[in-house]
């Protein structure tokens, strides 16, 4: 009986079958019709690196141009369209993408699927959203580059002051760019809540699917704010409508409230995933579970919420009510608890537990000093008084950084190098990355912390030069050196990553022992069981469970 079983079973073996239902066909036309969810995760996450490599090397030129007064390495009107370039680069082409290429690749695996709920809508997203970048680079290279700020306020943008097709690129481009977000935002929705695998409750989803679940329903409700503001943009420059003019009874100040509304949850739209990956990867090397996982939840939650009642806080400058002011100025101050809270659960699990320095830890404890000094100057700048002396100069610069770098970028190139063993089957470099974590650390110091200086000194932000004896020499000669060294600390990642591409010997794929699944074995077509999920660390209490 058991010799019959068992030979009925090797005729009917499913392996080919589902190779073929799940395999990727070879060739370049298959490629471009490819909708694993691993392979459109890994094009966000390649494409928008490339990218901040763009942006980066813009940053650069404005630094070299900033290094000392009277500089002519560039003109004004070029210096415009760079940094203009450069800010709409990493907040729409980086920071959101690769984002949400993270998401694309490692959701699925997390909840114990094969797939995202809408193969085909992820890819069409993921091509929406390259033409889009395409698009504004392409003007930039052909000298017709958006000047108006990665903000694009009116009337600067606006049929009078804006100079040919620069500003319609930019508003066609936040539209492609959008509707990819949206698109990605709805998949991962959907693929939560409804192809987890059977035990994976919402209690027991890693930390990390929460904070993409609760980040994208932040972009359903923030991205079409955008999306309308440029296309009211892109009407009023091309069939002369008057949404923002005006003279014809509008007012330019409704262009703010409809881009912060969308441009100021975006900060947490990129910082929520950050907060997933810190609480993903400390309980491994802090080899314990994660402390006050509910309060967690709670608090990311918390954060969303009042991340959509702080965006007049960017327009206290624009001679708002005084009660107005109070209520987004005390909206603005009540945000940085639930972060304080999530900071408090991160100490105490690194206390319980044993910790481990490994290069993705350095980065974790790099994003945490980081965020908590760009958190204390947004605590500052939420004071109406103290923002009125120093808006629109390079304190502004020098936080909106610290948030950004500190907030999500510290957590991506950790996020890197944990994952990258599941990826490829091999780490990355310790010592590489270690070098690299503290060239970054550094340079992104000695980059922004002496623009704090600069700025209350005066130095306004978006001026291509200033005149020699106004005391912003010295400090903005150290951000163009501190420029470099982050520079310096970014391609060294870089070279690990292409030094690690290299044939090698194979080695474990849980090299960290964490406990999530995405760490079980893959095979090339996504074939592996759907698990029985019985706890929020399946890896660690059913050690048997990979086999």
């Known amino acids: 009986m058991n010799v019959a079983v068992e030979t009925e079973r090797e005729i009917v073996d499913p392996v080919p079958a589902l190779e073929r239902a799940w395999g990727r066909p070879k060739g370049f036309w298959h490629w471009l019709k490819d909708t694993d969810h691993k392979a459109?995760?890994?094009?966000?996450?390649f494409t928008s690196f490339v990218f901040f490599g763009l942006g980066g090397l813009l940053a650069v030129i404005m630094r070299l141009q900033m290094s000392h007064p009277d500089a002519t390495i560039v003109g004004p009107d070029r210096y415009n369209q760079i940094f203009t370039t450069h800010g709409t680069t990493m907040m729409f082409l980086f920071a959101v993408p690769v984002m949400q290429g993270f998401g694309v690749y490692l959701v699925p695996l997390m909840v114990g699927t094969r797939n995202l709920a809408f193969p085909r809508l992820n890819a069409y997203g993921f091509w929406v959203y390259l033409i889009g970048a395409v698009f504004l680079w392409v003007g930039l290279l052909t000298d017709s580059g958006p000047d108006a700020g990665w903000f694009s306020y009116l009337p600067l943008a606006g049929p009078d002051y804006g100079v040919g097709k620069r500003m319609d690129i930019w508003a066609q481009m936040v539209t492609f760019t959008e509707l990819?977000?949206?698109?990605?935002?709805?998949?991962?929705?959907?693929?939560?809540?409804?192809?987890?695998?059977?035990?994976?409750?919402?209690?027991?989803?890693p930390m990390f699917c929460w904070a993409q679940l609760i980040t994208n329903f932040m972009v359903i409700f923030a991205m079409p704010s955008v999306m309308l503001s440029s296309s009211m943009l892109a009407s009023d420059r091309l069939i002369a409508?008057?949404?923002?003019?005006?003279?014809?009874?509008?007012?330019?100040?409704?262009?703010?409230?409809?881009?912060?509304?969308?441009?100021h949850p975006e900060v947490y739209i990129i910082f929520l995933p950050a907060l997933g990956f810190v609480s993903s990867m400390i309980p491994p090397f802090a080899r314990t579970k994660l402390v006050g996982y509910?309060?967690?939840?709670?608090?990311?939650?918390?954060?969303?919420?009042?991340?959509?009642?702080?965006?007049?806080?960017?327009?206290?400058?624009?001679?708002?009510?005084?009660?107005g002011q109070s209520f987004f100025t005390a909206a603005s101050l009540l945000i940085s608890i639930p972060t304080g809270i999530q900071i408090f659960l991160w100490i105490s699990t690194m206390w319980r537990g044993r910790l481990r320095l490994a290069t993705p830890m350095c980065f974790v404890l790099a994003f945490v000093t980081t965020f908590v000094i760009g958190g204390l100057t947004g605590v500052m700048l939420a004071a109406v008084p103290l923002d009125l002396q120093v808006h629109d100069t390079y304190f502004v610069v020098a936080h909106?950084?610290?948030?950004?770098?500190?907030?999500?970028?510290?957590?991506?190139?950790?996020?890197?190098?944990?994952?990258?063993?599941?990826?490829s089957g091999k780490p990355l470099s310790e010592r590489m990355g270690t070098w690299a974590c503290a060239l970054m650390f550094l340079g992104m110091n000695l980059t922004f912390l002496p623009m704090h200086l600069s700025g209350l000194l005066g130095m306004p932000r978006r001026v291509w030069t200033y005149p020699a004896g106004l005391g912003w020499e010295p400090w903005n000669l150290l951000s163009t050196a501190g420029a470099f060294?982050?520079?310096?600390?970014?391609?060294?990642?870089?070279?690990?990553?292409?030094?690690?591409?290299?044939?090698?010997g194979k080695v474990d794929v849980n090299p960290w022992n964490a406990g999530t699944l995405e760490w079980l074995p893959l095979d090339n077509y996504a074939s592996?069981?759907?698990?029985?999920?019985?706890?929020?660390?399946?890896?660690?209490?059913?050690?048997?469970?990979?086999?």
């Open 294 to 323: 509910s309060v967690m939840v709670l608090t990311m939650s918390s954060t969303a919420f009042i991340g959509f009642g702080v965006w007049v806080h960017h327009m206290f400058a624009t001679g708002l009510p005084q009660i």
């Open 485 to 504: 060294v982050l520079a310096a600390g970014v391609a060294l990642v870089l070279l690990d990553l292409l030094l690690h591409l290299r044939p090698s």
């Open 241 to 263: 409508t008057h949404y923002f003019n005006q003279a014809e009874g509008s007012d330019p100040l409704l262009w703010q409230h409809l881009f912060w509304y969308f441009a």
């Open 40 to 45: 459109i995760g890994r094009r966000y996450i």
């Open 400 to 423: 909106l950084h610290y948030v950004v770098i500190g907030g999500m970028v510290f957590p991506v190139f950790a996020a890197i190098y944990y994952w990258a063993p599941m990826v």
């Open 180 to 205: 990819s977000a949206l698109s990605v935002a709805i998949n991962i929705i959907v693929t939560i809540f409804k192809h987890r695998a059977p035990g994976m409750a919402l209690h027991r989803m």
């Open 528 to 547: 592996r069981s759907i698990p029985l999920v019985t706890s929020r660390d399946p890896l660690w209490d059913r050690p048997t469970l990979r086999e």
